[in-house]
Nanobody, 128 residues
Framework: QVQLEESGGGLMQAGGSLRLSCAASGRTFRRYPMGWSRQAPGKEREIVAAISWAGGHTYYRDSVKGRFTISRDNAKNTMYLQMNSLKPEDTAVYYC?????????????????????WGQGTQVTVSS
């Protein structure tokens, strides 16, 4: 079992930066791919970025490429999302996600249905 807890959300002006953190518990955390999902009001959830368990593979949604960076520190059971050059359209609830579906495959899943563990979410609001 994996439990996930996000932190670091808040209100930021456009062009600013925020760093989200996800603290994970559970002995198998280190072997699971992880990611960040977001849901804006009236829109479906989407995977923003993902990272394989060893960190060697990453995925980014086109709309955040070059602005967001995902990383993880398995020794600290923590994953991060550095968000730079924030835009109002980045406003959403951000969720930390993980998946046991692929066992120990070193991949970075990019679809919502591939994830079976979710955090409670943290609000990110970007003002124009």
């Amino acid at each position: 079992q994996v439990q996930l807890e996000e932190s670091g959300g808040g209100l930021m002006q456009a062009g600013g930066s925020l760093r989200l953190s996800c603290a994970a518990s559970g002995r198998t955390f280190r072997r699971y791919p992880m990611g960040w999902s977001r849901q804006a009001p009236g829109k479906e959830r989407e995977i923003v970025a993902a990272i394989s368990w060893a960190g060697g593979h990453t995925y980014y949604r086109d709309s955040v490429k070059g602005r967001f960076t995902i990383s993880r520190d398995n020794a600290k059971n923590t994953m991060y999302l550095q968000m730079n050059s924030l835009k109002p359209e980045d406003t959403a609830v951000y969720y930390c996600v993980s998946t046991s579906i692929y066992g120990e495959e070193d991949i970075a899943p990019r679809y919502i249905y591939e994830y079976d563990y979710w955090g409670q979410g943290t609000q990110v609001t970007v003002s124009s």
